[in-house]
């Protein structure tokens, strides 16, 4: 696909994106968003992801269903978007997400236990990454989680952080130095 027809597509689908992260949950029967997330660590590893919609390396991970808890949710979204199997070591943080698509994110420290990587239609890349040698391209958002998931051991943060302009224009930069270089950006 050419790249004035990939910039073609763009507008519709950050226009969409803006509905949903300015308005999305101001809908009826819509409360507050749940999603868990996990820092899935390997020595000195890490898993992430690439989804299709907003390009930029992440943690995977998902919304919480109706009746799971925080815990069940992470094990199934990292299976369903990994194909990796998980232990969850311990809880690094909840996250009060607010402003620009305000949520609740609850990151786990994980382990894999089974499975093997692999891709899904959810997320078309997974890769392990050195500690050392993360991307540029992780959305920003991500970082302050990661780093507070890599001790083994100590209690969870509690945070409360404002997605405003600044991490607008930085998820948008990243998701176009990404679809620029066709995902090879770093």
Not at 151 to 180: K, N, S, W, Y
């Amino acid at each position: 696909m050419s790249r004035l027809l990939r910039f073609a597509t763009l507008l519709p689908h950050y226009a969409e994106t803006a509905f949903k992260g300015f308005f999305g949950h101001r809908l009826p029967g819509q409360g507050e968003r749940q999603v868990a997330q996990a820092a899935i660590l390997e020595g000195d590893r890490v898993v992430l992801t690439l989804r299709p919609e907003l390009r930029g390396w992440e943690l995977p991970g998902g919304r919480i269903d109706p009746g799971e808890t925080p815990e069940e949710a992470v094990i199934r979204e990292v299976q369903e978007e990994t194909g990796l199997e998980v232990a969850v070591e311990r809880l690094a943080g909840r996250y009060r997400r607010l402003g620009f698509l305000p949520h609740m994110a609850w990151v786990y420290r994980c382990r894999p236990v089974g499975g093997r990587l692999a891709t899904s239609p959810e997320t078309p890349r997974v890769q392990w990454f050195a500690l050392d040698d993360i991307p540029g391209t992780l959305f920003p958002w991500y970082r302050g989680p990661l780093k507070d998931a890599l001790p083994e051991t100590g209690p969870p943060v509690e945070r409360e952080e404002h997605q405003g302009v600044a991490a607008i224009a930085a998820g948008m930069g990243i998701d176009l130095r990404m679809r620029l270089s066709d995902d090879e950006a770093r």
